[in-house]
């Protein structure tokens, strides 16, 4: 008797046995690190030690910190060139690159695939040879094709450092949604275009009624995971502009920010508070692309 | 009997991870010798320090150093992670100048180097070193940093190419002087007498030190907008902004071999340290450069100011204070090992009797046969302090930001109105600091009312 309810005992428990290491690491680094930066924010702190309670007082303060203004409105400029830029540029490859007639297309796949391959902090040791100015290539090119002076100081002209990060950026992330968007396009019935055709509808008319419609459950995944990618965006400017903001804080960004406060300036409440503010707006602005694009209308849509 | 309701094996296992887990725990292995360990982030320290270690060694039979090459950036975070979270920490850590004011941040109980105040002044080293020096790794009157190095500043020059020019540089004796010289060689766009940049305040700063000005005062309180910053500021916008301009920059490294090898740039500011990385960047350069003073501000003025350092701190948590202690002093205070270390990175040491080393007064062909050594040694005594505070990244990144906006002020509109400007462009930079510093609950500056 004894042995059988035992037994039941054990067959309880033990899935739950099982799935304990998982619980108990998720808890650990996951669960109980998010609980423990928003009870942080709350306070000024010196390491775990020193700490004094100013309730929202890092969230009251942030709103007046200039620095913060600034990273916000980085990040927010490069948020809205890689919607805006970079979505439109990987969709025109991903749709060129899927034309039957284009010679070698499977090697500008790859060719404009590669670079997501290297990772960022090599991309920005990269570009930030290609930039220098007076005889990085950048320079060079751009004075011999269109006159243009070589001296121009793309990482230390404050009006500058944007732009440079953007191209750089489109040159590492256009290639991987393009990826993305060739699946997307290879989904689409074909009969749809037929149909299309067959109806007079000309090519921008099919790419509306039918490629549009065709990719929308990708392309929205491709924008909410672009614009979260942005608001993240850390290594990049960092590493080009060697371990800086760049002159001006051109070059920062909210995640920057973060990591400078917590990390350099040692406050790591105040640095919880920048993280949850970015959290939050990250949420609202992924919520309301959803809802714009009508992501939760599902296959109905 | 109950059974495992998953097997033999899996039961197996599940023993043998509680015996093996509980055997490792019960039967730490403690280590027979003292181990020193120390993290420096400078590659230059570490092959030099690896060269000087057995020695020690040799001399503390038992005791074993194991010296860490860190990364610079990790330096600063791994060790306040550590310090934070009361984790192991290495015994001895160079740490460099700028971080040095982020461990200071809590109250002074809590700051995780050992206070040397006392070592310090009984050992007598408070005399025997450049004072200057101790500014930076102290607070509230306490030192927790024994200093490197000393980095006085000079100018180094294109001396093939400013003779060819007619400018002798031993001539200069100010900053005017320098400048009327720079105007005959200046091309814009093609050659600059000086490597200035008008983002970045390295250079600004190499200025604003030398003309007895700071970032911080000895109290804590943030002054770069008092009228040395803003002096400071008005000469150096022109330099690099305007019609005018006899200076721009390019970058490092690689860049900076071709801009000099061309002669794009003329004239560097080069601290010691970075005289070595001309020898190793800028071989065929060997023989056409020359050192200088820096042009003094006025006749008879400073002919030198600063620019970076490293700090020697012992953790508060090492086990091995005295050992420790003395690993310093050895690194630090051995002049036959220091003259050595000088030919390896060209580091004048802080420490005023090493420098009669015959080391110090070799002629070097690579710049013209000068005394590299002589050369800085006597600039040494008169190196200007820099005083520490949490905020001095911040500090330096804001006073980068005035000069980006002068900068931009002198290009659109000159000389007019420059002066007002740049005032209260350089008090806005300041006071979005103090609004900083007057945050932190610890730290207080003495006077301060906030």
Known sequence: MREASFHRLQHRYAPYLFVSPFIILFSVFGVYPIFKSLLLSLYITNGPSDHVFVGLGNFKFLLGDPDFHTAVKNTVIFALCSVFLQLPLSLGLAILLSQKWLKGREFFRLAFFAPQLVGQAFVAVLFGVLFVPKFGIVNQALAAVFGMPDDTKWLQNPSLVMPALVFTSLWMYVGFNMIYFLAALQGVDTELYEAAKVDGANSWQQFLAVTVPGIRPVAVFVLVTATIGSFQLFELPYILLNNSAGPNKSGLTLVMYLFQTGFVSGDLGYASAVGWTLAIGVLVISLFQMRITGAWKGDNA | MPTFPYGKAAFSFVILALVSGLFVTLHRVEPRKTTLTMWTFA?????SYRKALPAFEAAHPGVTVKVEHV????????????FHANLNVPDVVEVEIGSAGSFFRGPLEHVGFLDLTDRIKKSGLWERMVQSRFATYTMQGHIFGLPHDVHPVVLACRRDLLEKAGIDINSIETWDDFIKAARKVTIPGKQYMLELSDSGTDNLEVML????????????????DNEIGLQTMLFYVPLVAGKDKIGSTLGSNQILTQAVEQGYMLCLFAPDWRTKSMERDIPRM??????MPLPAVSKGGIRTSTWGGTMLGIAKKTT????????AQYLYLNTADLANRFKDTNIIPPLKEAWNEPAFKEPRPYWSNQPLGAVYAKLAPQVPPQYSSPYVVTAKAKFGEALVSCVQYYNANGANGFEDYARKRIKQSADEVRRLVARNPYHKPQGSEN
């Open chain 2, 71 to 82: 990364n610079i950036q990790a330096v600063t975070s791994r060790l306040q992670a550590a």
């Open chain 2, 209 to 224: 030190f030398q003309r007895g000005g700071g970032y911080f005062d000895p109290e804590g309180r943030c002054i770069f």
């Open chain 2, 43 to 47: 590659d230059t320290h570490y092959e």
């Open chain 2, 286 to 291: 060997s023989g056409n450069m020359a050192l």
């Open chain 2, 320 to 327: 091995h204070p005295d050992l420790a202690w003395e690993l």
